[in-house]
C-alpha cells in the first residue's frame, strides 16, 4: 500500500513570493490534514477536509495561506505571499475517517523563507 | 481543549540502557493517547496509542507506555534502546476536536 506523497520535498523561497504544496493521501482515505511544524515544536493543525468539504480551518492564516481539495483526493496548501515565519516543515497526514485514531504522515515539504 | 507537555526536550542515552520519555496532558474530557517517532527528514509514525482498556500499551520497536489518568500522564518507555532509536518523539493528545502534539523529546543514543 503507497503511503502519503508530498512534493516538493524541499523549498526555498524570498519573503512575498508564493509557494504551493501538494499531497496525495493513502488511497480511500477520507480525511485529510495539513500540519505545519516549526523547528523545535510540534506539528500544528492547519486545516482538516473530509472529502472536498472543510472540517476544522480555525487555525490557518486565512489572510496568506489557503488549502483545497478540490475532488476529495490530492490536495493543494498555497502560501502568498510568504514571510520569513513561515519557514517550517508542511506535513500532510490522511486517515480512513474523521473519527479515525491513527493519522498517516508523508514525509513532508522544509520550506525556507529568505 | 487539551495540551500536551513533554517534559524533557532531549534525552542521552547509552546503548543498551533503559529509557522514560515523559509527557503529561491536561483535558476536561476523555481522551486519547498516542506516541509518535520521527525519524531525521521523514515524517510522523505511530508507535503505540491508548484509546481504552489496559493501561499498559505496547506498541512497536519493543516500546511501551502506561496511561495515568490521576497523573494525567502517558510517559514511553523501552529497556534496552539501540542506536537506531536515535529520533525525535511526539507525545499527542486528542478529546473534542483535533489532535494536539507536544514540543517533542529528542532522544539520542550513544555507543
Known amino acids: 500500500e503507497a503511503g502519503v506523497a508530498q512534493s516538493p520535498r524541499y523549498k526555498i523561497i524570498e519573503k512575498r513570493q508564493s509557494v504551493a504544496f501538494w499531497c496525495n493521501p493513502i488511497?480511500?482515505?477520507?480525511?485529510l490534514y495539513w500540519y505545519q511544524q516549526i523547528l523545535g515544536q510540534g506539528p500544528k493543525l492547519l486545516i482538516q477536509f473530509q472529502n472536498n468539504g472543510v472540517v476544522d480551518d480555525s487555525q490557518l492564516p486565512k489572510d496568506r495561506f489557503s488549502a483545497e481539495r478540490l475532488k476529495g483526493v490530492d490536495s493543494t496548501l498555497k502560501i502568498q505571499p510568504a514571510k520569513l515565519e513561515d519557514s517550517a516543515v508542511y506535513l500532510c497526514?490522511?486517515?480512513?475517517?474523521?473519527?479515525?485514531?491513527?493519522?498517516?504522515f508523508g514525509p513532508g515539504t522544509r520550506l525556507t523563507v529568505l | 481543549a487539551q495540551s500536551v507537555t513533554q517534559l524533557d526536550s532531549q534525552v542521552p542515552v547509552f546503548e543498551e540502557a533503559p529509557v522514560e520519555l515523559r509527557c503529561n496532558y491536561s483535558?476536561?474530557?476523555?481522551?486519547?493517547l498516542f506516541w509518535y517517532v520521527q525519524y531525521p527528514n521523514q515524517g510522523l509514525q505511530l508507535l503505540l496509542k491508548y484509546l481504552s482498556g489496559s493501561t499498559l500499551v505496547k506498541g512497536i520497536n519493543g516500546f511501551e507506555a502506561e496511561f495515568n489518568k490521576s497523573q494525567t500522564s502517558f510517559h514511553l518507555r523501552k529497556p534496552s534502546v539501540h542506536i537506531s532509536d536515535t529520533a525525535e518523539y511526539f507525545c499527542a493528545v486528542r478529546g473534542v476536536g483535533d489532535m494536539r502534539f507536544g514540543a517533542g523529546t529528542r532522544l539520542t543514543v550513544k555507543p
Open positions: 497526514a490522511s486517515s480512513p475517517t474523521t473519527s479515525a485514531n491513527e493519522q498517516f
Open positions: 483535558s476536561s474530557v476523555s481522551v486519547y
Open positions: 488511497s480511500g482515505h477520507a480525511t
